[in-house]
């Protein structure tokens, strides 16, 4: 009996993911743990690694095809095994491209039949209702009412951002579904661009990780209306706190603590004083969070990812150092566990080790701020009423402003400020 | 020929008092019946006619006799042999053999071929496929007669075969309560087919049936076509008169077999042969005019001839004439 | 509007053609003082005399082809044939003589007549008595059939087919005979060919025909309590079938049953399955087609074994149903 390859749940939100590629042809023998698929979600690439030890018998859809989570997308069993396509599977499928036997064949009126041909709909998406499963002119038209509201989420928000009408947009989606790239493409104002005729271009597709990212960015930047707060911090504190933190907590954690880790513990406290940033919009709610779990960017060759460190400021520096140097060293050595990146309620963007003083970080949705961090350079500062040469570092503060107004932005910012400058207050 | 047979005729031509013309025209019109059969057979033989046919060769004499007394406007239902009754009745020659090749110059534009040939102009309600179908339309035809007071009079032709047939028995006896102008005038070659009249009915002729319907009837010799004419002219006036039907028997023979495919083994070919030698209406009609000095042998061969050349004329226009077009074929099916 | 039975708008018809045309006249068996063997001749012959309506011997052979002949040559004879079973008697001149005439003969004749055909089951004649053969004649080129379920419509119809050029085989149905609805006393007709929305509806399409109309339409009441709009579709003549609107009530409503008394194989029912199977309606349907015809076995003479021979109001009712999946 050939094993069923699913669609993984590769994380609480996921609903569909699409299989960039096989990584075996039908017909390989595959050993336990390696790769079958490379599945794209909304968040991250990965790969589908088979369970036990067999042979890839059928593969379900062609590369670029989105599936439902848990919909069967191949088979494994020995070696030239018959593959029985099981019912479940081809009522979900669409449109696979396997010769499915006449008795797989959905029961249908001609009535249904000249509906689903007109919407470029399969069928075999469809469940009749009709005496013997048949599927009627009913169940075309409720399937095409459910796919007509058929919109992602984020999509549908993004829609009424925009302003464009759901309708208006054509889904390329699993069934027609309206996804955010199909709303993104419908805002785009077609271009006349002259075609490239340098020679030494080299074209990549846009894939992977490098998608999401792109697909992310301009997810956020089109939909949230960033504000960005700046502010100067004096780091003479931090920076002799650091020093003295070193070589404690390398003792204790074989690490070194970097100014990173001190603006995770930093931007932790000030949140867990300023929940109002701790938010998030979704759909047509505001979630307000209690667990205050914050994301750095780590930046890899395929792109930037952000481990977050749940709880950051329920933990202790050292606790934030092992947690941030774990993930970091896993992320580096390839492994991307999608838990590493989920349940983020803010994030740090850091570029201090560049020649960077300030920059205007985008939100990483569905959070709703972002601070972004610089430089420390060493600069003339007005101190009681004297000119000194002190660190300092600019903090930019992005946010929604959809649902953060400036105030509260701005007090958290100034808190901020002030634990930085003042670092034994944290302990308070 | 029987001498007997000669003196009968000899008195019926003073008898009947026709005019020379007329005995001439009949004479060419029974010449003309047998030289379109005869040439049927050939074109039949050459595979220029489709399906099949049913010749009269050697009933001239009733098919001519017995439409000598009706007017263009009475009318005649016919049979299946009805080739001799339409040329009888005055039928275009052209015409039938252009519908016996299938053309649309034909009667029936190529559509009824040899057992449909019908011409209401004269007064022919057309053969038929059907065996005694002829009498109940007959008996209506006479009824829009005497409902319209239009005067004509009807003459229905049939087999003896046909007397079998419960429509024949139906039409007698409704045309006889409804006093009816119709004339029933059975043909009695002897054969339904290969059916003898002798096994297939148990009476000595056919013409007692009309007793059962109150109708006047006679038998007669219907080769002699003087005989015919005298019987026939006697029913048409009854007819005419408001005094009802008439079925008259006019005995003959088929000397050709039912159809092109009758090997005619249910009869002797001795009995074939003494008919044709002793009994051919044509004959007998030449001899008696000869006899009388109506026509001369010159003008039989003259006739002859002449008969010959409008059937050469009528292959002629035939063979030249287009054949329908394929969109007839859903035409004419309603008016 | 007042209201007179189906066999008075019969004999309304014929009389007001009868008075209107000289050529019309009525033929058949027992159709003078009787009356015909339903009254529907009732007292035509004390206004028309025994001319114009002529009482026949039973000689079916006889009086068809007369007819026939008669109206080959002019007339525009109306044949009552008894029952319609005894047709069959006068088979050939309707299909071989009366329907072949015109095509056989070139175009060169025409034959103008109707023959009136009391037909169907219900009044206990049994078997040979009661037959629906309808059918038979919609299978004859040159034939027309005209199947009248009301009154209104027997006479405008009948009057159509007086007036028609070509043979009508016209199929009264002996249990409407008695039914009363509107009908204009003025003389009208109703063209050969154009059917009937007996009832409008969006659900569920019936195409019945004669008594099956009545029928269709008691069931379709009982299927509105239930909330089932059903649309009523009365060809009205068989042959020339009005093909465009069945095909639109079926375009409109996905669903059809076809009910006829007729035997259900092969009755004219059947060939509208056909058609519809066959045109681009298919494309409509969102069930299968159901067919409800009268039982494959002879008109039995047991009342209840004869109600248990032809579709019923509830056997109408319970198919609309199956079609709906309720």
């Known amino acids: ?428 | 020929m029987s001498n007997q047979l000669k003196g009968v005729s000899n008195q019926l031509i003073n008898e009947l008092n026709l005019e020379k013309h007329d005995l001439t025209k009949m004479m060419y019109d029974m010449i003309l019946i047998r030289k379109f059969e005869e040439n049927l057979k050939q074109l039949y033989q050459q595979g220029k006619i489709h399906g099949t046919m049913h010749l009269c060769i050697g009933q001239e004499a009733t098919a001519v006799g017995a439409c000598f007394p009706l007017t263009k406007e009475d009318k005649i239902t016919s049979t299946h042999r009805g080739h001799g009754h339409s040329i009888a009745k005055g039928t275009d020659v052209n015409k039938m053999v252009a519908e016996l090749l299938g053309k649309v110059t034909g009667y029936c534009k190529g559509k009824g071929g040899s057992m449909h040939i019908a011409d209401m102009e004269v007064g022919n309600l057309g053969a038929n496929g059907i065996v005694a179908a002829g009498l109940p339309l007959g008996t209506g035809a006479a009824l829009t007669s005497q409902m319209k007071k239009l005067g004509y009079v009807v003459l229905c032709f049939f087999g003896d075969g046909a007397t079998n047939e419960g429509a024949f028995h139906e039409s007698l006896n409704l045309a006889s309560v409804w006093n009816l102008p119709i004339v029933f005038f059975c043909e009695n070659n002897l054969y339904g087919m290969s059916g003898s009249i002798k096994e297939m009915t148990n009476i000595e002729s056919i013409a007692v049936r009309g007793a059962s319907y109150g109708i006047p009837s006679e038998t007669i010799d219907g080769n002699d076509i003087l005989e015919v004419i005298k019987a026939t002219t006697a029913a048409v006036e009854r007819a005419r008169h408001n005094n009802g039907p008439t079925l008259i028997e006019a005995n003959t023979y088929r000397w050709e077999g039912h159809s092109r495919s009758d090997a005619r083994k249910y009869r002797t070919r001795e009995e074939e042969k003494e008919w044709k030698k002793s009994n051919d209406p044509i004959e007998r009609f030449k001899t008696v005019l000869l006899e009388n000095g109506i026509i001369t042998e010159d003008d039989f061969a003259e006739l002859n001839e002449k008969a010959i050349k409008q059937i050469q004329d009528a292959v002629e226009f035939a063979e030249s004439s287009e054949s329908p077009s394929l969109d007839t074929l859903m035409t004419d099916i309603y008016v | 509007m007042r209201e007179i039975s189906y066999s008075e708008a019969v004999r309304e018809s014929m009389s007001q053609m009868m008075r209107e045309d000289e050529d019309v006249y009525i033929l058949g068996e027992d159709i003078g003082v009787y009356g015909g063997a339903f009254g529907v001749t009732s007292g035509m012959i004390d206004e028309f005399g025994p001319e114009r309506v002529r009482i026949t011997p039973i000689s079916e052979a006889a009086i068809s082809g007369c007819a026939v002949g008669s109206a080959m040559t002019g007339m525009r004879p109306i044949l009552e044939i008894q029952f319609s079973d005894f047709v069959v008697i006068a088979m050939d001149n309707i299909v071989n003589q009366a329907a072949k005439m015109r095509y056989m003969f070139g175009g060169k004749a025409k034959v103008p007549m109707v023959v009136r055909l009391p037909s169907g089951s219900g009044a206990g004649f049994a078997a040979q008595h009661s037959q629906s053969l309808e059918a038979w004649m919609t299978h004859i080129p040159g034939l027309k059939v005209v199947q009248p379920s009301n009154a209104y419509d027997a006479k405008g119809l009948l009057a159509a087919a007086i007036k028609d050029d070509n043979p009508v085989m016209f199929y009264e149905h002996k249990m409407l005979y008695n039914v009363k609805s509107e009908v204009p006393e003025e003389l009208y007709e109703i063209p050969l060919g154009v059917a009937d929305i007996k009832r409008e509806g969006k659900d569920v399409t019936i195409i019945a025909t004669g008594l099956m109309v009545n029928r269709a339409l008691e069931a379709a009441e009982q299927l509105a309590a239930e909330g089932i709009d059903v649309e009523v579709i009365d060809p009205r003549t068989l042959v020339p079938l009005d093909e465009k609107a069945i095909l639109q009530s079926v375009k409109k409503t996905g669903r059809v049953l076809v009910a006829y008394e007729a035997v259900k194989r092969n009755g004219f029912g059947t060939e509208i399955v056909s058609l519809i199977a066959e045109s681009d309606a298919f494309d409509y349907l969102d069930a299968p087609i159901l067919r409800l015809g009268g039982a494959e076995a002879p008109i039995p003479y047991n009342p209840e074994l004869e109600k248990a021979a032809i579709p019923q109001v509830h056997d109408i009712y319970q198919k609309c149903l199956e079609l709906l999946n309720r």
């Open chain 1, 1 to 428: 009996m050939a094993t069923e390859v699913l669609m993984p749940k590769l994380g609480a939100t996921m609903e569909e993911g699409i299989i960039v590629s096989w990584m075996a042809n039908e017909g390989d023998l595959i050993e336990e743990g390696d790769p079958i698929a490379e599945i794209q979600t909304d968040k991250i690439v990965l790969e589908v690694e088979a369970e036990t030890t067999g042979y890839l018998l059928k593969t379900l859809f062609e590369p670029g095809t989105t599936v439902n989570v848990h919909e069967v997308i191949a088979y494994m069993g020995d070696e030239n095994e018959p593959v029985e396509i099981s019912s479940t599977a081809v009522s979900e499928a669409p449109a696979p491209q396997v010769v499915l036997e006449n008795d797989a064949k959905p029961r249908k009126t001609p009535a249904a039949n000249k509906l689903a041909k007109e919407n470029k709909i399969s069928l075999s998406s469809i469940q009749g209702t009709g005496p013997n499963n048949r599927i009627q002119r009913k169940d075309v038209e409720d399937y095409l009412k459910q796919q007509s509201s058929s919109i992602t989420p984020l999509a549908k928000k993004m829609a009424e951002d925009l302003h464009v009408s759901p309708n208006e947009i054509t889904g390329t989606g699993h069934n027609g579904k309206i996804t955010k790239q199909d709303v993104l493409a419908s805002t785009q104002v077609p271009t006349i661009v002259k075609e490239e005729t340098q020679s030494n271009v080299t074209k990549t597709p846009l894939k992977g990780m490098r998608k999401v990212i792109a697909e992310r960015m301009a997810e956020s930047y089109y939909t949230a209306p960033h504000v960005t707060l700046s502010v100067e911090i004096n780091m003479s504190e931090c920076v002799a706190l650091r020093k003295q933190l070193i070589p404690i907590i390398e003792k204790e954690t074989g690490h070194r603590l970097s100014y990173n880790d001190l603006m995770i513990k930093a931007v932790a406290h000030t949140l867990s004083k300023n929940k109002s940033l701790n938010i998030s919009l979704q759909k047509d709610e505001i979630y307000q969070y209690e667990d205050v779990n914050v994301g750095f960017a780590v930046a890899l060759d395929e792109g930037l990812v952000v481990p977050v460190i749940k709880n950051a400021d329920k933990i202790g520096l050292s606790g934030i150092v092992n947690s941030s140097k774990q993930l970091v060293s896993n992320i580096k050595s390839g492994k991307l566990h999608p838990e590493y990146f989920e349940q983020g309620t803010f994030t740090i963007s850091n570029l201090g080790m560049y020649a960077v003083d300030t920059f205007n970080p985008i939100i990483n949705q569905p959070q709703s701020a972002i601070l972004g961090v610089g430089r420390i350079v060493e600069k003339p500062v007005v101190k009681h009423g004297e000119i000194a040469i002190d660190p300092t570092m600019q903090l930019s503060l992005s946010f929604d402003h959809r649902i953060i107004d400036g105030a509260p932005a701005a007090q958290f910012l100034t808190d901020l400020k002030d634990y930085l400058e003042n670092p034994m207050k944290m302990l308070v």
